[in-house]
């Protein structure tokens, strides 16, 4: 009995061992299955999160997502730097240096050169150059391209003129305030600008009388001043700056509503080259009005009252336009021809034809 029961002890053992043995090779064989499954799942975020993969990201590899717009499997655009670059630091201290120069030029010439006066006394009489119409299309454009030029560039300079100095919530509150201001009044600037050219364009069609006035100046500088070289309608001056709006104004519009509506499959390269073209755009433009408001408030006497009250004297129509003052004196029948004596109070005075 004691025998068999050694024996039944022995086999149990021995079933025992063999068991644990099995499990002991069982346990080695899982744990080394893991160790180089481990070992998978650590190269594997070693890579991910590693140099390779950061290298990777920044060669623009695209990943797997979701989203089926462009450019949403690129998690860093690496061209971005090279936009970012450009736009911090040479466009935006270029354009800087630009408007600055801009009014340095027009203030240095204000000093040198003074203001280009009328030569002979005003006769009081006055001749309707601007409809009200007309008026109202340049102030309506005015104000829009002002204001956007202010929120433009308060985008672009804020930072570093307002943003040290004035309280967080404050800054914050203001470039939230220019960023959603230049966003929707950006397309009115586009409107106007269209009707601004089917306005004025025939006016504004450059021919032989402009060489010459661009040969004398104006005759607003040197030894052509108060020359008063001849014109029509428009002089050489008044059409190059409203071709400067035309094409500059059409180029910052478009760019403008390129990144304004973003819904038309547009990439980031197309986003930032228009971004930089926008801006390169309206820095000219802002350049070229610096000149553009110079003249129509200090460099010249009455250029202001004919887009404020629409009628200019006529000693001023005779030297700064003379081609288009002959034009209305030998046109009796033209709306332009009346003019106005301010020397008259008696209504059967007050408007008389041009002999």
């Keep these: 009995m004691l025998n068999q029961q050694g024996m039944l002890r022995t086999q149990a053992l021995t079933l025992l061992s063999v068991l644990a043995a099995v499990l002991l090779m069982l346990s080695f064989g899982v744990r080394a299955e893991e160790s180089k499954s481990g070992q998978v799942v650590r190269g594997e975020m070693t890579q991910l999160a590693g140099a390779d993969y950061w290298r990777q990201v920044r060669e623009g590899v695209s990943g797997t997502t979701t989203s089926a717009s462009p450019e949403h499997g690129v998690l860093i655009s690496t ?34 050169v003074g203001p280009l006066v009328l030569s002979a006394p005003r ?61 929707y009044v950006g397309p009115l600037f ?28 104006g005759g607003m500088m040197g030894k052509h001043k108060g020359s008063h070289p001849s014109a029509g309608f428009s002089n050489g001056g008044e059409k190059m700056i409203y071709w400067l709006l035309i094409v500059f104004g059409a180029i910052a519009a478009v760019s403008g509503l390129v990144l304004d509506f973003p819904i038309f499959g547009q990439t980031r390269r197309d986003m930032e080259i228009s971004n930089l073209i926008h801006m390169f755009s309206a820095l000219i433009l802002i350049c070229g009005f610096v000149f553009h408001i110079y003249i129509g408030l200090f460099g010249m006497e009455g250029a202001l009252e004919g887009m404020v009250t629409g009628d200019v004297d006529e000693t001023w129509a005779k030297e700064h336009h003379d081609l288009w003052y002959e034009e209305v004196k030998n046109t009796p029948d033209n709306d332009q021809a009346t003019v106005t004596s301010k020397a008259s109070d008696s209504p059967d005075q007050s408007s008389q034809k041009l002999t």
């Design 123 to 183: 006769t009081g009489k006055k001749i309707r150059r601007w409809s009200r119409m007309d008026r109202a299309l340049h102030w309506s454009m005015a104000f829009t391209f002002l204001t956007l030029a202010f929120s433009g560039l308060m985008l672009v300079y804020g930072k570093y003129f307002m943003k040290p100095y004035v309280p967080l919530e404050l800054w914050g509150f203001t470039i939230s305030l220019a960023k959603q201001y230049h966003n």
């Design 79 to 112: 061209p971005g730097e090279t936009w970012f670059v450009l736009k911090e630091k040479w466009m935006s201290p270029a354009g800087a240096v630009a408007i600055f120069g801009s009014i340095t030029l027009v203030v240095l010439m204000y000093i040198l």
């Design 190 to 217: 586009f409107i106007l600008l269209v009707f601004v050219l089917l306005k004025w364009w025939r006016k504004s069609i450059f021919n032989k009388t402009d060489v010459t006035w661009f040969k004398k100046m």
